[in-house]
């Protein structure tokens, strides 16, 4: 599965199957503070994330 | 946004079982991109009724800086105030000349106001104090938000009367608010924190609203993402200075945790205001002896913040 970060780099991570929120904290990632896409579409923190996945983040917080 | 082909492992909505798109943590309910707009929709609604935010003959300044905040409030305000008789609504937009950054939100912001078709009145800190916030904070880069905060605030009081405002609406969220709760903790700064500026106006002041106090930030960003009004702004480059930044990683830290953190600091703050009711006594109102305006010294915090700036 590939994680493209709010800074546009990417992450490809050898994972089996799981939940996204999971695979955040993993990534030292609060789940709050990001949204999720999987081709175009938001996703919540349960949805299972498969290997092929990729994955979108947008970072909510605009200081100003 | 798109739709994906249905998979079968994808959280259905709690309300008509389409494929979710949020998740409530707190109430442990999804939803799909129609009942999550709804929701908020309705939620604001609710805040605004549960205290009469708004009342009939008002006409509302929306603060639009053209950030996510601001822009979700000015939305929100003209779906739901055509239907309540006789308020009207206006958008004021500050433009405080910070270079590489404001010049990207007012354009949103002017963007929003053509496809909403609201009165826009822009006022710019060159117009009103003869100079761009980034020359006021030279060498002060530190005190970037007490020093904007003193001047954007009378900015907007100076928009909202232009305008012929009665209510001044800012784009304030559920974690601003349980973050300026914790802070006027950690500064000890308990005035601050049971002031109420939506109702201590007493006839002076235009009073301030803050319809989006009970959404969060996240739900905030993902109505904008629902409605194709998401932009991707730049971050304000004074930000890494304020202590704000640092609470609010703390207390998203927190709600994440323990869900509901943010809301009961908000609870929390409400109580305090119900016990000090009365045993506070508020600074008598002045008037500043340079300017006139209302305030609780001899100076008002504009006049002192331009005499230290030598202006």
């Not at chain 2, 105030?81 to 937009?93: C, F, K, M, N, Q």
């Amino acid at each position: 599965m590939k994680l493209i970060l709010p800074d546009r780099s990417t992450r490809v991570l050898d994972l089996p199957p799981a939940a996204l929120e999971a695979i955040l904290l993993g990534e030292d990632i609060n789940p709050l503070e990001v949204i999720a896409s999987r081709n175009g579409v938001l996703i919540t923190e349960d949805t299972v994330i498969e290997i092929n996945d990729e994955i979108r983040l947008l970072r909510i917080a605009h200081g100003g | 946004m798109k739709h994906e082909p249905v998979r079968p492992e994808v959280p259905r909505c709690s309300v008509c079982a389409v494929p979710a798109v949020t998740f409530q943590r707190q109430s442990g309910r999804h939803l799909c991109s129609t009942h999550a707009t709804a929701d908020i929709c309705d939620r604001v609604a609710i805040t605004i009724q549960e205290v009469a935010m708004i009342v009939p003959g008002d006409r509302v300044a929306v603060a639009l800086s053209g950030g996510k905040d601001s822009t979700a409030l000015l939305m929100l305000l003209s779906r739901l105030i055509p239907s309540w008789e006789g308020v009207s609504l206006v958008a004021i937009t500050i433009d405080e000349g910070i270079a590489g950054y404001r010049d990207e939100t007012v354009r949103s912001a002017e963007n929003l106001i053509r496809s909403l078709g609201v009165e826009h009145h822009c006022i710019s800190f060159v117009d009103l104090f003869g100079a761009p916030l980034d020359e006021f904070l030279r060498g002060r880069e530190k005190e970037a938000c007490s020093i904007c905060g003193i001047l954007r605030k009378k900015a907007l009081i100076v928009g909202a009367d232009r305008a012929g405002a009665t209510k001044l609406a800012t784009g304030h969220n559920l974690d601003d608010e349980a973050q300026s709760v914790l802070m006027n903790v950690l500064r000890g700064d308990l005035s601050r924190l049971v002031r109420n500026s939506g109702t201590d106006s007493s006839g002076r002041f235009i009073p301030r609203i803050k319809p989006l106090k009970k959404i969060s930030e996240k739900e905030i960003a993902t109505y904008l993402l629902l409605n194709n009004a998401w932009t991707d702004l730049p971050e304000c480059p004074y930000s890494r200075y304020a202590l704000r930044r640092e609470v609010r990683s703390l207390l998203s830290t927190l709600e994440y945790r323990h869900p509901g953190t943010m809301l009961h600091l908000l609870e929390s703050k409400k109580k305090i205001e119900t016990y000090c009711a009365g045993t506070i006594t508020p600074e008598p109102i002045r008037h500043c002896r340079v300017c006139g305006d209302p305030c609780s010294g001899e100076l008002c915090q504009l006049c002192q913040l331009k005499r230290s700036l030598g202006r």
